[in-house]
């Protein structure tokens, strides 16, 4: 059976940072696409980042235009697990952050319907 399971989120200041974490398990996800994505009361849930193999250890990294500069998206395979290092936090930041995987590598992946598995959801509150 497949999980994903974050942790990290909180309640933090603007400016702030925080890092979030997704272990996998169940199955390995190294030679696929990974992602976050959050929502935001009353919002749809949007891509955040991907991080997909491109070959041997290198990974692409993808972001959204809104976290673009601020957030970092990276893996460490030996533990299955990912991560987001989110500086420079605002309000609109606020949200539900997810965790996905799907198998297969499309690096412009960024619709939540095309995520085979997703994790549980951690908060992440930015106050102003």
């Known amino acids: 059976q497949v999980q994903l399971v974050e942790s990290g989120g909180g309640l933090v200041q603007a400016g702030g940072s925080l890092r979030l974490s997704c272990l996998a398990s169940?199955?390995?996800?190294?030679?696929?696409?990974m992602a976050w994505f959050r929502q935001a009361p009353g919002k749809e849930r949007e891509f955040v980042a991907s991080t997909t193999s491109r070959g041997g250890r290198t990974y692409y990294a993808y972001y959204a235009d809104s976290v673009k500069g601020r957030f970092t998206i990276y893996r460490d395979n030996a533990k299955n697990a990912m991560y987001l290092q989110m500086n420079s936090l605002n309000p609109e930041d606020t949200a539900i952050y997810y965790c996905?995987?799907?198998?297969?590598?499309?690096?412009?992946?960024?619709?939540?319907?095309?995520?085979?598995?997703w994790g549980q959801g951690t908060q992440v509150t930015v106050s102003s």
């Open positions: 996905s995987a799907k198998t297969s590598s499309n690096y412009d992946a960024t619709k939540p319907d095309e995520y085979d598995y």
């Open positions: 169940g199955r390995t996800f190294s030679g696929y696409t």
